[in-house]
């Protein structure tokens, strides 16, 4: 089909009206999975989005009619031929991965990507002020199953793409540039260093990704999970901003009076985010459903004996159940004006012993698992 036919078919055109009527990630790739079937084969489709500080790229969505394949984090970017195609900004086709191995032997990517079995993929590099961002692909079992006709439909339609998903992009990154300039601020008022937050990011991803291979928890954390852990646990404090520096940095023991000052953190955090929410729905967009639980909370305990709600169990979201034992345990280990540092084995030892009173029993037996990641970036963000 020539753009000319695209344009000639009200169906299509139709479709199009409402792709652009789509504003976060999710309703962008539900939208492409459900309707673009009548135009291309595809048994997969998925974003990927470079990572500019890990230096890789991340599946951030992946809807597939096969399985629910692993995820793909952390794929290297930086020194593949994947970064060339985002970086030329042309939508490729490989008909044959096998073939395409064989000539690229570093490209192993598409494996990761993909997930195993499939033989043919399409790539739509996506851009966002003219840099390239990431990657929409789709992928099939047959190899050589796309021909010029498919290639034409996505060059046609990968502007237009592009466009709806840069708007999605963008007003995200306000969004949380906006929040994350509240949380450094509550975070340098509260400890003097902004390493507590970059800590809390990466741990909490690291449990995430590790509930995410544990039985019950699976169908509870998808890629979107993750990422929303990583981008809204730094604000678990951000309500902060509103509590006085005579609390908050009061070196002795708190009063039963200014406790229950402190304990309203939680309360003026959820108020901030739910005003920005407010806002962003107006506009048609939707972001903070998870910052908003995780600030509001972090600070229940699972035998119902924490703060505000006095939440039990599985009535305190997951999302703040898992920052929770993160937060504590990085916790444990700073310096604060009221204690001294811990060392990292008593704070295994505090987390451990919270274990079905202050913690879920599963996210701690979680946590233990992965205590070598948990080190590295324990090591890697410590001043
Ligand atoms: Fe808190
Ligand atoms: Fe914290």
């Not at 739509?124 to 439909?153: A, E």
């Not at 345990?329 to 084995?345: G, H, N, P, T, W």
């Amino acid at each position: 089909m020539s753009p000319l036919d695209f344009y000639q078919d009200n169906r299509f055109m139709n479709m199009l009206t409402r792709l652009h009527s789509k504003t976060t990630f999710n309703h962008i790739m539900e939208f492409i999975s459900q309707n673009f079937k009548e135009y291309l084969p595809f048994e997969k489709v998925g974003l990927a989005l470079v990572d500019e500080e890990e230096e890789c790229i991340n599946n951030r969505k992946v809807i597939s009619d096969i399985s629910s394949s692993s995820f793909g984090f952390e794929i290297p970017y930086y020194g593949t031929d994947l970064k060339e195609i985002i970086e030329m900004g042309i939508p490729k086709v490989i008909n044959n991965l096998e073939v395409y191995f064989e000539k690229n032997p570093s490209s192993f990517w598409p494996i990761r990507i993909l997930g195993e079995g499939f033989l043919a993929t399409l790539i739509l590099p996506l851009k966002v002020r003219d840099k390239g961002v990431g990657i929409i692909f789709f992928g099939h079992h047959s190899p050589n199953i796309y021909t010029q006709t498919h290639i034409d439909f996505l060059r046609f339609i990968s502007t237009h793409v592009s466009t709806v998903f840069e708007k999605s992009f963008l007003m995200r990154e306000l969004a949380l540039t906006t929040v994350m300039g509240l949380a450094n601020l509550a975070e340098k008022r509260d400890l003097e260093t902004g390493q507590h937050i970059k800590r809390i990011k990466y741990y909490s991803r690291a449990l995430a990704v590790e509930l995410a291979t544990n039985s019950i928890y699976k169908h509870k954390i998808d890629e979107e999970f993750i990422q929303d852990i990583y981008d809204f646990s730094p604000l678990h404090d951000i309500g902060k901003v509103g509590i006085s520096d005579a609390i908050l940095r009061k070196p002795g023991k708190l009063t039963p009076e200014e406790f229950e000052e402190m304990k309203k953190h939680t309360i003026i955090g959820k108020e901030i985010l739910e005003a920005i929410e407010e806002n962003l729905k107006k506009k048609g967009f939707s972001f903070f459903k998870m910052g908003i639980e995780i600030v509001y909370s972090h600070q229940e305990k699972f035998d119902g004996s924490g703060y505000p709600q006095g939440l039990k169990g599985e009535e305190i979201p997951l999302s703040a159940r898992l920052v929770s034992v993160c937060d504590v345990f990085d916790a444990c280990s700073l310096d604060r004006v009221y204690k001294k540092a811990y060392s990292l084995e008593e704070c295994y030892r505090i987390v451990e012993e919270g274990k079905g009173t202050h913690f879920d029993p599963v996210i701690v037996d979680s946590f233990m698992n992965i205590r070598e990641k948990i080190e590295k970036i324990y090591h890697r963000f410590h001043d």
